[in-house]
């Protein structure tokens, strides 16, 4: 395509690799991309200014690896169900993920660092950090309308506690902090219409 006589974007077909080539020069250089014409949503390489990034591709169209341009590589691996379950930096390392049938994330690895999540009734309910100096675990309960009526986190040496209280409309008015033995309260009041909020003494 031209503009004022000028080659501003080029298509390039090569048809022994069936890929198609787009080299655009619409801005200050020129940013190539490459895809193959079997399936054109997957691009497998992008270069401007001599820095190139690529990416492979399984036969169900997900992402098998991608390099960059300082050398690095990063590969993914799926499971049955086509989902990520594991990623392989070259330089990072490895990270790997666990999901229950519903395809909700429970657990992750990555560097010595473990995390779990427990889900119930369609909420996240606990989560967990496990790591070389021991583990601290949040658990999140709800009242019967689904709000977050307390969040508490323990790691073994104490606890902090947060209790939310909320008025008819749903809307938040209240927090109650434990931490130890340090306490605070937080509360708010909504003016109508439109619920804003300003501090309440």
């Given at each position: 395509?031209?503009?004022?006589?000028?080659?501003?974007?080029?298509?390039?077909?090569?048809?022994?690799?069936?890929?198609?080539?787009?080299?655009?020069?619409?801005?200050?250089?020129?940013?190539?991309?490459?895809?193959?014409?079997?399936?054109?949503?997957?691009?497998?390489?992008?270069?401007r200014?001599?820095?190139?990034?690529?990416?492979?591709?399984?036969?169900?169209?997900?992402?098998t690896?991608?390099?960059?341009?300082?050398?690095?590589?990063?590969?993914?691996?799926?499971?049955?169900?086509?989902?990520?379950?594991?990623?392989?930096?070259?330089?990072?390392?490895?990270?790997?993920?666990?999901?229950?049938?519903?395809?909700?994330?429970?657990?992750?690895?990555?560097?010595?660092?473990?995390?779990?999540?427990?889900?119930?009734?369609?909420?996240?309910?606990?989560?967990?950090?496990?790591?070389?100096?021991?583990?601290?675990?949040?658990?999140?309960?709800?009242?019967?309308?689904?709000?977050?009526?307390?969040?508490?986190?323990?790691?073994?040496?104490?606890?902090?506690?947060?209790?939310?209280?909320?008025?008819?409309?749903?809307?938040?008015?209240?927090?109650?902090?434990?931490?130890?033995?340090?306490?605070?309260?937080?509360?708010?009041?909504?003016?109508?219409?439109?619920?804003?909020?300003?501090p309440?003494?």
């Amino acid at each position: 395509m031209a503009v004022d006589g000028r080659t501003v974007t080029a298509l390039t077909r090569d048809l022994r690799r069936r890929t198609v080539r787009v080299a655009d020069d619409t801005g200050e250089g020129r940013v190539e991309h490459e895809q193959p014409t079997t399936v054109p949503l997957e691009l497998v390489r992008r270069s401007r200014g001599g820095r190139t990034l690529r990416w492979t591709y399984d036969a169900d169209g997900h992402r098998t690896s991608m390099s960059t341009p300082d050398g690095a590589t990063t590969a993914y691996g799926y499971d049955a169900a086509g989902r990520l379950s594991w990623v392989d930096h070259s330089v990072l390392g490895r990270a790997a993920f666990d999901r229950d049938a519903a395809g909700r994330l429970t657990s992750a690895l990555a560097g010595g660092l473990i995390q779990a999540w427990d889900h119930r009734d369609g909420f996240v309910v606990a989560h967990s950090v496990t790591d070389g100096d021991g583990a601290t675990r949040t658990e999140v309960e709800r009242d019967e309308d689904g709000r977050v009526r307390r969040i508490r986190t323990g790691d073994g040496h104490g606890s902090r506690t947060a209790d939310y209280a909320y008025d008819g409309a749903s809307q938040l008015v209240e927090v109650r902090s434990a931490d130890g033995t340090a306490r605070s309260v937080h509360r708010w009041a909504h003016e109508p219409p439109g619920g804003v909020v300003r501090p309440a003494v």
